[in-house]
C-alpha cells in the first residue's frame, strides 16, 4: 500500500530534550516536505526536500532541522524544543510533476511542556 | 510569496443541501495548481478536488465541483447533497509550477447536521 508513514503520532516532551519525528514513503517520491499546522493558520511548511542531500527552509524553519540521506527517509530534528513548538506536524510526499496531490502521513501531535 | 485566504472560519449547512466553502489567493504567476484537501477527525489530509490554472473548464468530482475564477484569484468549493461524512476541516491549497511548496489557507471547519 503507497503510504506515508510518522512515528510517533503523539509525543509529549519537555522543554530542551531533543527529539526526532521520523517520516518514510514507500512511493519513490522525490520531494518530500514537513509542516505544521496550528488553529487558524492552516498548515505552514517548515522544510521541503526536492531530492536526496537536498533541502531548503520552508515559511517556518526556526527551531528545526532536517537531512535527506535516503530517497524514502526525511526526518524532522527538533534539537531544543521549546512550548511554542507545541502543534500538529505532518510529513508530505509527491513526485516531481507538479500537478500530482502529495500525499500526507497520519500526523504526529507534539506537546512541549 | 503567494497567500491563501479562507475567510469563513466555520460554516455549517443541513444534510443533503448544498454549501460553498470560499477561498482566494494571491499570485503573480499563470501557471499554478489549486487543491481542496479535507481532514476529518482522524487527521488524515485527504485530496478532495484539483484545478490546473490553465484549464478554464470547472474541476468536478462526483459531489464536488469548484468555481475556478482565475482572474478574481477565486477557487470556491461547492458541496452538492452534504452527507454527514463531509463534516470536516477543509484546506484550500496552492502550488506554484515551481513545485516546491504547498500553500495552504487558514481553513473553513465544516459541520453538516442531520
Known amino acids: 500500500e503507497a503510504q506515508v508513514t510518522q512515528n510517533p503520532r503523539y509525543l509529549i516532551t519537555v522543554t530542551g530534550k531533543k527529539l526526532t519525528v521520523t517520516c518514510s514513503q514507500n512511493?519513490?517520491?522525490?520531494?518530500m516536505s514537513w509542516y505544521r499546522q496550528d488553529p487558524g493558520l492552516g498548515l505552514r511548511q517548515i522544510y521541503y526536500?526536492?531530492?536526496?542531500?537536498?533541502?531548503d527552509k520552508g515559511d517556518v524553519p526556526e527551531g528545526y532541522k532536517v537531512s535527506r540521506k535516503e530517497k524514502r527517509n526525511f526526518p524532522l530534528i527538533l534539537e531544543s524544543p521549546s512550548p511554542n513548538q507545541t502543534s500538529l506536524y505532518f510529513c508530505a510526499s509527491s513526485p516531481r510533476n507538479v500537478g500530482t496531490e502529495a500525499f500526507f502521513g497520519q500526523g504526529t501531535r507534539l506537546t512541549v511542556v | 510569496a503567494q497567500t491563501v485566504t479562507q475567510s469563513q472560519p466555520e460554516m455549517s449547512v443541513q444534510e443533503a443541501e448544498t454549501v460553498t466553502l470560499s477561498c482566494t489567493y494571491d499570485t503573480s504567476e499563470s501557471n499554478y495548481y489549486l487543491f481542496w484537501y479535507k481532514q476529518p477527525p482522524s487527521r488524515q489530509m485527504i485530496l478532495v478536488i484539483r484545478?490546473?490554472?490553465?484549464?478554464?473548464q470547472n474541476a468536478t468530482e462526483n459531489r464536488f465541483s469548484v468555481n475556478f475564477q482565475k482572474a478574481a484569484k477565486s477557487f470556491s468549493l461547492k458541496i452538492s447533497d452534504s452527507q454527514l461524512g463531509d463534516t470536516a476541516m477543509y484546506f484550500c491549497?496552492?502550488?506554484?509550477?515551481?513545485?516546491?511548496?504547498?500553500?495552504f489557507g487558514g481553513g473553513t471547519r465544516l459541520m453538516v447536521k442531520p
Open positions: 484545478q490546473e490554472a490553465y484549464k478554464q
Open positions: 526536500s526536492m531530492n536526496v542531500e537536498v533541502t
Open positions: 512511493m519513490n517520491h522525490e520531494y
Open positions: 491549497a496552492f502550488r506554484s509550477n515551481a513545485g516546491n511548496m504547498l500553500t
